[in-house]
């Protein structure tokens, strides 16, 4: 407000001074305005939808040389932290296997990198990343939990530019090409070496790892006029590992990796009216196999997607259709050697889900009400399936800085993710909704409060929410349940319902040298199993109950910049053995209640320094110098048992380094 009344005040002062210029000799005084300037990463969140300016990934810890933009998600509120072994999102008690995980709208099924450290997302390549904690409108896909998605920079730059940046276990590239008048390429490609570099540090006694990724991104954008635009998507990235213990005599091999490519094209059709339709194909497989002795597995599995989907918005009206074709195997095992087990072949299943949805916004006073209806259409086989999931969203404007929004919604979920382990290694498989497994879904509750303050210096949000879930699988097998016994995906599941329910706050400064956010969540996941031994409620294996994130950046002069992050938070819930004892040289294992037990709290402090070297003429060059985990916290993963030769014991099994420090050398053009 005093920015606009200096602007009337400088406009009627000059007016005057025109019309009584031949009488008068005065002279204008300099009016000088000031202000903070608007540094926030953390973009305004129109209809739920979080969205962070990738821009961030600059100034922030770089892990081993990579910003990744997933791990930073991590830090928002309602969103859990993970082990250093597991990149996946647990938003509002949901497991990661109900997200959707998408670049421009197109999903991805398997985004980890380097044992879920990081993910596939070359950060240059994207301009913001959007985060919806759960359905907001009835165009989200068919998932429970929270739909990320990765967007491109939507406008054509004349010049050529580009990022390089060199680490220490990978370097990548982003080159921006203007093709002509109307047209931008996008490539960027990331390669790791890290066996050359840190060979030694992957040997810890008798146990050795090999790594290596790539991932490759490729887009073409073209708008022949003001109406219209095309643009081209293509992804690639795959990993390789392998690891050995000459304790077990074990041998293991995973590899994994995604493919995908998309045609947009976007049209306007009047004046306030915008046509969206996209065609996709992406493919993600993993294989793991293992040599122990005289024993050789393959557990490989896949899912492959044709789709294509249509959005038309006009006005106060949005609608459109979705149509998916998924080919799947499931995980399917062989194994040879000493054993001769009989293992059903598990077909490949052929899966549609189409979808018709519209969404009206109706605006009354200070009232914004907007009601959505998905039907979907889902067939597998003999299993047929109609469902109608409405969503409903009202937004109450208290004031121009304060409003609150009450949000409910039903979502089904058709495909389920299961394996024995979650540690963003290829041991993880999708599969089909069927008789045996029906689909998923979930009916979910929420209210906000959004507040600004100090000319909208900070920002303030306070969420509560509560979802209920129905038909929730989860493995309650083991690696070896795939060697020893004949395999039966069914026994190896359980099945039954759950709840979450949690309290999300954050706390964000938006302007100054000193930007970031604080965020605290307080959440509960509990889930009920109907199979004999189960009795009662327990805690979902990643339940959190308590974390607390901090993130901030601070820029000293146009040469230095700091960033640094800090979490706390609950450990997560496991099953402890009570006791093991030897029955006929085989070592058996007699387990205390269902995830009755806790790993120990999670705390870890990363800082990072930034030195331009110049900034000029669009070009900047400089160092990163990062430390991950600076207390050098020794934070439980899970708990395992190892064996010493005539001794064995369960013990937690804890991140490799207690500190990792990194420099990386960054260029941009």
């Excluded at 996941?525 to 308590?546: D, I, K, L, T, V």
Aim: hydrophobic share 35%; net charge neutral; glycine share 6%.
């Amino acid at each position: 407000m005093r920015l606009v009344l200096a602007l009337l005040s400088c406009l009627l002062s000059i007016s005057v001074m025109a019309q009584d210029s031949l009488l008068r000799g005065d002279t204008i005084r300099e009016v000088s305005v000031r202000g903070h300037r608007l540094n926030t990463f953390l973009l305004d969140a129109p209809n739920g939808i979080s969205r962070i300016d990738l821009r961030m990934m600059d100034e922030m810890p770089r892990i081993l040389g990579n910003a990744d933009p997933m791990h930073y998600a991590q830090l928002l509120p309602g969103v859990q932290t993970n082990s250093e072994y597991d990149a996946g999102l647990h938003v509002q008690g949901c497991d990661n296997a109900h997200n959707i995980i998408s670049i421009n709208g197109v999903p991805l099924y398997n985004v980890s990198h380097l044992l879920g450290f990081f993910s596939v997302f070359n950060t240059p390549h994207f301009a913001t990343m959007q985060l919806a904690r759960s359905a907001v409108n009835a165009s989200m896909d068919n998932r429970l939990g929270a739909h990320v998605n990765m967007l491109m920079a939507d406008s054509l730059r004349q010049t050529t530019s580009g990022d390089v940046s060199i680490g220490p276990i990978s370097s990548q590239g982003t080159l921006r090409l203007s093709t002509g008048l109307h047209s931008l390429l996008t490539i960027s490609a990331r390669q790791a070496y890290l066996n050359l570099l840190y060979g030694q540090w992957m040997k810890i006694e008798t146990e050795v790892m090999r790594y290596n990724f790539g991932d490759y991104n490729l887009s073409w954008l073209w708008q022949p006029n003001d109406r219209h635009n095309i643009s081209i998507d293509f992804y690639h990235g795959n990993d390789r590992a392998t690891y050995s213990d000459d304790d077990y005599l074990l041998d293991t091999g995973l590899k994994w990796g995604n493919t995908m490519a998309a045609l947009h094209v976007n049209s306007m059709l009047g004046r306030d009216s915008q046509l969206r339709q996209t065609l996709y194909y992406t493919h993600s497989y993993n294989t793991f196999s293992l040599d122990m002795s005289s024993l050789q597995v393959d557990v490989p599995s896949s899912i492959s997607d044709v789709g294509y989907r249509a959005d038309l918005k006009t006005g106060a009206l949005s609608t459109g259709v979705q149509v998916v074709a998924h080919t799947i195997s499931p995980q399917d095992p062989s194994v040879n050697g000493l054993f001769t087990i009989d293992h059903v072949t598990q077909p490949r299943q052929h899966t549609i889900e189409s979808a018709v949805y519209a969404d009206y916004t109706l605006q009354t006073g200070a009232v914004s009400t907007t009601a959505g209806l998905r039907t979907i259409y889902y067939q597998y086989g003999d299993y047929r399936r109609v469902a109608l999931d409405p969503v409903v969203s009202v937004t109450c404007q208290l004031n121009a800085e304060s409003q609150l929004i009450l949000r409910s919604s039903l979502k089904h979920q058709y495909l389920h993710r299961s394996g024995f382990s979650d540690m963003g290694l290829p041991t993880e498989f999708w599969f089909s909704a069927s008789h045996q497994f029906p689909a998923q879904y979930a009916w979910n509750m929420s209210l906000g409060f959004d507040t600004w303050t100090k000319n909208r210096m900070y920002h303030f949000t306070l969420e509560t929410y509560y979802k209920r879930l129905y038909h929730q699988q989860e493995y309650s097998g083991n690696v070896f349940n795939v060697l020893y016994s004949s395999y039966d995906l069914q026994s190896m599941l359980l099945h039954g319902q759950g709840y979450n329910y949690g309290v999300n706050v954050l706390i964000e400064k938006r302007k100054g040298k000193l930007t970031g956010w604080l965020s605290y969540t307080w959440g509960r996941a509990m889930r009920r199993f109907c199979e004999r031994g189960y009795q009662g409620w327990y805690p979902a294996n990643h339940e959190r109950p308590h974390e607390l994130n901090m993130v901030a950046t601070y820029r000293l002069n146009s040469h230095w910049s700091f960033g640094g992050t800090y979490v706390f938070a609950s450990g997560t819930p496991f099953t402890a053995p009570r006791k093991f004892f030897l029955l006929n040289e085989s070592l058996v294992s007699v387990f205390d209640e269902h995830n009755a037990n806790r790993l120990n709290s999670y705390m870890r402090l990363d800082l990072s320094i930034n030195y331009d070297f110049r900034q000029r003429q669009g070009r900047r060059s400089g160092v990163n110098l990062s430390i991950y985990n600076v207390t050098m916290h020794r934070n439980d993963i899970y708990y395992r048992l190892k064996i010493y030769q005539d001794r064995f014991a369960a013990k937690p099994f804890r991140f490799l380094l207690t500190i990792m420090p990194s420099i990386n050398y960054y260029y941009q053009f």
